[in-house]
């Protein structure tokens, strides 16, 4: 949703009338908000009826909108309105599994540092040279998913590998007493 919402705004100088879907869009986001903590054990239950009840109702009137607009197609709110389509199914899917984020900012974020790593460090030289750094990724993104400083968890999971050979230490384990 993130994505499309990003053309409306855009087009929003040119076309006022974009500002209706930017809230529109807002407020699906105000329903996700509305939910409880994701370690809430009623969390998926809650959020399943919170989108049947509140966040249907949203996309059917988005839905509408979308279609009862007029503009040219190449203009920024026709490629707006024309992206939006074009997603349409992958931007309703949240709504039949509560699983299904929103949007994909998480999973961005995630990837931004492989993605600057990746540039940083082109031409590893070695097969092995670039398997450690995808081990490495995966062990700091991993950490920051669980709410695991990344620095903090590698200096003390090499401090338990050198103490205890083959000891492996994963970010969730971080906390729990050796």
């Given at each position: 949703w993130i994505h499309a919402r990003r053309g409306f705004v855009e087009a929003e100088r040119a076309y006022p009338i974009a500002r209706e879907m930017i809230?529109?869009?807002?407020?699906?986001?105000?329903?996700?908000?509305?939910?409880?903590?994701?370690d809430d054990p009623k969390y998926l239950s809650t959020l399943e009826r919170l989108r049947k009840?509140?966040?249907?109702?949203?996309?059917?009137?988005?839905?509408?909108?979308?279609?009862?607009?007029?503009?040219l197609p190449q203009s920024s709110?026709?490629?707006?309105?024309?992206?939006?389509?074009e997603l349409w199914p992958g931007l309703t899917t949240f709504l039949t599994d509560p699983e299904i984020p929103l949007?994909?900012?998480?999973?961005?974020?995630?990837?931004?540092?492989v993605a600057l790593g990746r540039k940083n460090h082109y031409g590893s030289r070695s097969?092995?040279?670039?398997?450690?750094?995808?081990?490495f990724y995966t062990l700091?993104?991993?950490a920051r998913l669980?709410?695991?400083?990344?620095?903090?968890?590698?200096?003390?999971?090499?401090?338990?590998?050198?103490?205890?050979?083959?000891?492996?230490?994963?970010?969730?384990?971080?906390?729990?007493?050796?």
């Open positions: 809230e529109m869009i807002g407020e699906l986001y105000a329903v996700e908000r509305s939910a409880p903590a994701r009840e509140q966040s249907q109702p949203i996309v059917d009137r988005i839905r509408d909108w979308l279609n009862r607009q007029t503009v709110l026709g490629r707006a309105i024309g992206y939006m389509i949007d994909t900012n998480q999973v961005e974020r995630g990837l931004r540092a097969e092995r040279g670039t398997k450690v750094a995808a081990l700091i993104e991993t669980s709410d695991v400083e990344p620095q903090a968890y590698l200096a003390e999971a090499a401090r338990r590998a050198i103490a205890d050979p083959g000891t492996v230490t994963l970010p969730w384990e971080f906390a729990k007493p050796r």
